[in-house]
Nanobody, 121 residues
């Protein structure tokens, strides 16, 4: 099973940018569709963005379209999420996981520790 570790979160002012990374271990990284989800305090976990195995197709939730960009480097076994024009409502713990394209969480997937993103107003 693919092991994924998120990094790159932090505290940023509204309007700022962050780039999240998700490093994967395992030789089959390139075969998986991947996604970023997030969970804000006292809210359910929600889908943010997804990318297919080749990086040729992407999906975004409406609230981040035009601000966030998901990408992957299959040679480096790494998934990214470039977040621009951040808003306080983007504050959450962000997780990367493998999915069934385009947005279905694989049963039993390991959610990991995630990375905290905090956007101050």
């Amino acid at each position: 099973q693919l092991q994924l570790v998120e990094s790159g979160g932090g505290l940023v002012q509204a309007g700022g940018s962050l780039r999240l990374s998700c490093a994967a271990s395992g030789p089959t990284f390139f075969t998986y569709a991947l996604a970023w989800f997030r969970q804000a305090p006292r809210k359910e976990r929600e889908f943010v963005a997804a990318i297919n195995w080749s990086g040729g197709d992407t999906e975004y939730t409406d609230s981040v379209k035009g601000r966030f960009t998901i990408s992957r480097d299959n040679a480096q076994n790494t998934l990214y999420l470039q977040m621009n024009s951040l808003k306080p409502e983007d504050t959450a713990v962000y997780y990367c996981i493998t999915i069934f394209w385009p947005r279905t969480v694989i049963p039993g997937v390991n959610w990991g520790q995630g990375t905290q993103v905090t956007v101050s107003s």
